[in-house]
């Protein structure tokens, strides 16, 4: 039962240690007693032992690329616990299917799946803002607290000593990512991949894929197969 759950207790790695002071706030303890309250009254995804899947799949130490959304997909069987992916054999979402676009026209790559599952086991963390929703209400969960816990991860990630890429997509993404530190990090803002912010330029051409790999090899760090 999820009321008798604590977040901390999702992870096992190194982010245990590096949000240890988050999880001692009381913030904390009143966005875990509305999410209980949540799951246990209203159908919510992802489910519980899914919502830090991206940190669980992504350690602190092994993170070379942030790819920031907003909030999980709303839809039964979408979300996954990472931004952007969505298991395969689901319809891909505009957004996915727009950033499969790009990847085409940056790197000549067809990618096949919509599991990004592969992204995230080589160091690409896939973070939402928000890390939960109600079926079918986006945008439901903005406003909960977890916007300071992920505020908090993208600020530990800023000062950690290896250096990072972080692709900021969207006007949301680039608020969050205000104060990163451009003189060790790369940072790539670009349109959101959505239909309507990608029409309207600003998304495509943007090679974000192909300029991570890029700044990853200049550091001596392995490129991400992004196929």
Known sequence: MTENLKLQDL???????????????????????????????QTIFPPFPDLLKALE????????????????????????????????????????????????????????????TDWANQGVLLLNSVLSVRANEPGSHAKMGW???TTYIIHQLNTREKPIVFMLWGNYAQQIGKQLDESKHLIIRTAH??????NRGGWFGSKPFSQ???FLLSHGMGAIRWA
């Open 57 to 116: 799949l992504t350690s602190f130490d092994a993170v070379k690329v942030v790819i920031l959304g907003q909030d999980p997909y709303h839809g039964i069987g979408e979300a996954q616990g990472f931004s952007f992916s969505v298991p395969n054999g689901l319809k891909i979402p505009p957004s996915l299917r727009n950033i499969c676009k790009e990847l085409t026209l940056d790197l000549g790559i067809q990618r096949t799946q919509s599991d990004l």
């Open 11 to 41: 992870i096992q790695n190194d982010w245990k240690n590096v949000l240890k002071s988050c999880f001692d706030q009381n913030w904390m303890a009143q966005l875990e007693a509305q999410l209980a309250s949540e799951y246990a009254n």
């Open 212 to 214: 991570a790999n890029a």
């Open 147 to 149: 916007e300071k816990f």
């Open 193 to 198: 991949p959505s239909p309507l912010a990608a």
